[in-house]
């Protein structure tokens, strides 16, 4: 199946637009995770964590705006296993039996036709919490150093590695800020934790795998058109692969999105993150990492044609 048929849109000839994109993107991202600063889940900030059992399904919205009231601040609330079990978790700092009875209290008082139990609480000391935010901050690191390193020795050439990693590291720093921005007015929740971090190696993994079957054909096309221009050859090469770039991003988003919407309040976060980096993937790898190929080639650092 192929969605375009000979297409010669012209992608490198019009790099500079998307470098403009891509800049006022990076510059609102940066500027609102420091202004705003990043929104940490129980995960990476320590707090209390119960699970608490309802007599009947229960409203994750109701219950979310009757504890930020009752608490003072947000409470992260999702369903956990079946519908009347919800999880909830708050980094406010009270003696546990304490919280528990003041949770416990306000849902029975504003719920009194369907009452509840906490059947479990788990409460995440703060220098754990550091430790599993240094760990996911390494993880994220240390994956894009293998990378670099891994398309470094596959194509054999620096402007390739740089090429990858700066439209992965775009994609991850565009939805961080996304996520900064719209975390107190999306209505679920978009605080950075465990399933968050697992959401962005997804979304270097799905970049990194739509930006190396572009390479692969630059390369091929670099052997075969050796008289072309490196700028012409690159755009061909890219129209070339764009029916097999565009499919493979509609039928990834169409899952993802049947699962934004199907897979419940625990998965809305990781669902929203994907969807943002399916699309952002193949506008960096389009836009952002064969751009940087061709700059660096004219500039001498990708030596190889």
Same mark, same amino acid.
């Given at each position: 199946m192929r969605l375009f048929e000979d297409p010669n849109f012209e992608f490198i000839k019009n790099r500079k637009v998307g470098y403009v994109i891509s800049t006022v993107l990076l510059v609102l991202s940066i500027g609102t995770i420091l202004f705003k600063g990043l929104s940490y889940g129980i995960d990476f900030n320590g707090g209390t964590e119960f699970v608490v059992e309802f007599e009947r399904d229960a409203s994750v919205a109701d219950v979310r705006s009757l504890l930020t009231t009752t608490l003072g601040s947000q409470?992260?609330?999702?369903?956990?296993?079946?519908?009347?079990?919800?999880?909830?978790?708050?980094?406010?700092?009270?003696?546990?039996?304490? @919280?528990? %009875? $003041? !949770?416990?209290?306000? &849902?029975?008082?504003? #719920?009194?036709?369907?009452?509840?139990? =906490?059947?479990?609480?788990?409460?995440v000391g703060p220098r754990f919490a550091e430790d599993l935010k240094r760990g996911a901050m390494m993880a994220v690191i240390f994956s894009l150093v293998v990378i670099f390193l891994y398309i470094l020795i596959?194509?054999?050439?620096?402007?390739?590695?740089?090429?990858?990693?700066?439209?992965?590291?775009?994609?991850?720093?565009?939805?961080?800020?996304?996520?900064?921005?719209?975390?107190?007015?999306?209505?679920?929740?978009?605080?950075?934790?465990?399933?968050?971090?697992?959401?962005?190696?997804?979304?270097?993994?799905?970049?990194?795998?739509?930006?190396?079957?572009?390479?692969?054909?630059?390369?091929?096309?670099?052997?075969?058109?050796?008289?072309?221009?490196?700028?012409?050859?690159?755009?061909?090469?890219?129209?070339?692969? @764009?029916? %097999? $770039? !565009?499919?493979?991003? &509609?039928?990834?988003? #169409?899952?993802?999105?049947?699962?934004? =919407?199907?897979?419940?309040?625990?998965?809305?976060?990781?669902?929203?993150?994907?969807?943002?980096?399916?699309?952002?993937?193949?506008?960096?790898?389009l836009y952002v990492a064969c751009p940087l190929l061709v700059d660096l080639k004219s500039k001498g650092v990708a030596v190889k044609k």
């Open positions: 409470p992260e609330v999702k369903q956990f296993g079946l519908s009347r079990d919800l999880l909830i978790r708050t980094d406010v700092e009270m003696e546990i039996s304490a @919280l528990q %009875r $003041t !949770v416990l209290g306000a &849902l029975n008082e504003a #719920f009194a036709d369907n009452p509840s139990v =906490i059947i479990k609480s788990d409460v596959r194509f054999r050439n620096f402007g390739y590695s740089v090429g990858t990693v700066g439209a992965i590291t775009h994609d991850v720093i565009i939805i961080l800020g996304m996520f900064t921005l719209l975390n107190e007015i999306m209505p679920f929740s978009l605080d950075i934790d465990q399933t968050i971090i697992a959401a962005f190696l997804t979304i270097v993994g799905y970049s990194l795998n739509d930006t190396v079957v572009v390479f692969d054909r630059i390369r091929e096309n670099s052997l075969i058109y050796k008289t072309m221009g490196y700028e012409e050859m690159v755009n061909k090469s890219i129209n070339n692969t @764009l029916s %097999r $770039t !565009v499919i493979t991003s &509609l039928t990834t988003l #169409f899952v993802v999105v049947v699962l934004f =919407i199907f897979g419940g309040e625990v998965l809305k976060g990781f669902a929203f993150a994907l969807m943002i980096g399916i699309i952002l993937g193949t506008y960096s790898t």
